[in-house]
């Protein structure tokens, strides 16, 4: 399948003036260049500057008949996912969840510029692996904040399954988890932050300690609230998370309102994107708009990373709600039926499976065997033998001889090239859900239509 043609890039605009309040901030101003790194250099800002006062949700929006259109396909896209996780032989309400999620962890973070693949975060996640089995030992910490996005992801979906309820303390608590013992880790790991930061270009001069207002705004493309407002405005946010507020509203567009809103307070000093849309996929699970949290939208939001990003801010600048609907629905109708395609084709890969290893001449006992470790590769396509015998309850040996039988079969390779330790990939697993560094899939994914392709290069270039 090919790849879906690149959108069109945004060309360079001044910075935007949106609605704003004029502070006069008492401490250091923050840089925030990549959109949630902090720079290590900060010059102090003298003189007044601005920060954005976000309205209180709900917000008023009129739904067009191109929003409910687009609504209409996510609707259906979703029904699709949910028929192909129905259709899979194997009943498990978590089964999907850890591969699904790496993929979401790694897209994601591929975003704000922590960049690895499937297969390292894989080697790094593995019991017996080492630094020197990493291509490069230097990536371990990249590996780690990957790997946290998936501990956060579970945190939240644990905790939401056990209260039903979004709370301040669960968003800080996946928060705390994303940044721990990572290079995020002194920037206040489940806390809100107490220092007023910004996202924008780097301030040039690397000795300069102060920078006027002028030039602040200038630099500045986006300035978040205060951090005196962040409670109010998170507990507002929670409120109509948990649907206290204008329950009415469909919930993909009460989603989308959200994301918005969440990435506009900035509440941490760092990892506000991830955490934003982690916070998607649990809203998606919530809602039971899908039968397992596995929806995840940083696939899109990476291929269209410029729009993404663009688009919120306009809507700060000029409350132009319809197109980011419009373009988040079509990320979860495109995110939707690409999910369903791969669980598709995982289903092919079992009976595949199936039908050479766990066949009618064999006892029941080892077919048991056989399906447990199938079940066991596709949670963890890149697994050490002892993973096995633990899933399994066999002896090593016993898991040794399955897997070299299916290493034999070229159901498995071996990743290390070593005789001690060795780790084993499931080629026909890992091959669905593989992302490289660059963000593109092994299974290529869904692509956009022609009339997707038109609206994003409407939405890029509106003037056209």
């Known amino acids: 399948m090919s790849q879906p043609p690149s959108p069109p890039q945004v060309p360079p605009q001044a910075p935007p003036q949106y609605p704003a309040q004029p502070i006069d901030f008492g401490w250091t101003v923050a840089p925030d260049p990549a959109g949630e790194r902090l720079a290590a250099s900060i010059p102090r800002v003298t003189g007044d500057i601005s920060a954005f006062a976000p309205t209180l949700l709900p917000p008023s929006i009129a739904l067009s008949a191109e929003v409910r259109a687009d609504l209409a396909n996510a609707e259906a896209a979703i029904h699709t996912l949910n028929h192909a996780l129905a259709a899979f032989p194997i009943p498990n309400p978590h089964l999907f969840i850890q591969p699904f999620a790496r993929m979401e962890a790694i897209l994601s973070s591929q975003i704000e510029g922590t960049v690895t693949d499937m297969r390292t975060l894989l080697i790094y996640e593995a019991e017996q692996a080492t630094p020197a089995q990493l291509p490069h030992p230097e990536d371990r910490l990249i590996e780690k904040e990957v790997a946290n996005y998936v501990s956060a992801l579970e945190r939240g979906i644990t905790t939401l399954e056990q209260t039903g309820r979004f709370t301040p303390w669960l968003i800080r608590s996946m928060h705390e988890v994303l940044l721990k013992g990572t290079r995020g880790a002194d920037k206040g790991p489940g806390h809100v932050r107490t220092d007023q930061n910004w996202i924008g270009a780097t301030i040039p001069g690397t000795n300069r300690l102060t920078i006027t207002a002028a030039e602040f705004n200038q630099l500045a493309r986006f300035v978040p609230p205060p951090p005196e407002t962040i409670t109010d405005l998170i507990d507002n946010l929670i409120a109509y998370i948990n649907r206290d507020l204008d329950p009415q509203l469909h919930p993909l567009l009460r989603i989308a309102i959200a994301h918005y809103q969440f990435e506009t307070i900035h509440p941490f000093q760092d990892g506000n994107g991830r955490v934003g849309r982690a916070l998607i996929a649990l809203q998606l699970h919530q809602h039971q708009l899908i039968d397992q949290p596995i929806l995840y939208l940083a696939g899109f939001f990476q291929r269209y990373d410029a729009l993404y990003r663009d688009l919120l801010l306009q809507i700060s600048t000029s409350s132009s709600w319809e197109t980011w609907l419009r373009f988040f629905l079509l990320g979860v109708t495109n995110q939707a039926l690409d999910t369903g395609n791969r669980i598709g084709r995982l289903t092919l890969a079992w009976q595949e499976y199936q039908n050479t290893f766990v066949t009618p001449r ?78 593109d899939r092994e299974e290529a994914p869904t692509p956009i239509t022609p009339a997707q392709l038109r609206f994003l290069t409407a939405l890029a270039h509106p003037d056209r």
């Not at 077919?367 to 015998?389: G, N, S, W």
Request: aromatic letters at 8%.
């Open 362 to 439: 064999r006892q029941q006992r080892v077919k048991d065997k056989y399906r447990t470790a199938f079940i066991e590769m596709l949670r963890k396509p890149i697994f050490a033998v002892a993973e096995i015998q633990r899933a399994l309850g066999v002896t090593y040996q016993t898991a040794a001889t399955l897997i070299h039988e299916l290493h034999t079969a070229g159901f498995l390779e071996e990743v290390t090239g070593q005789q001690r330790n060795r780790l084993f990939l499931a080629t026909p697993i890992y091959r669905i859900i593989a992302v490289s560094r660059t963000g």
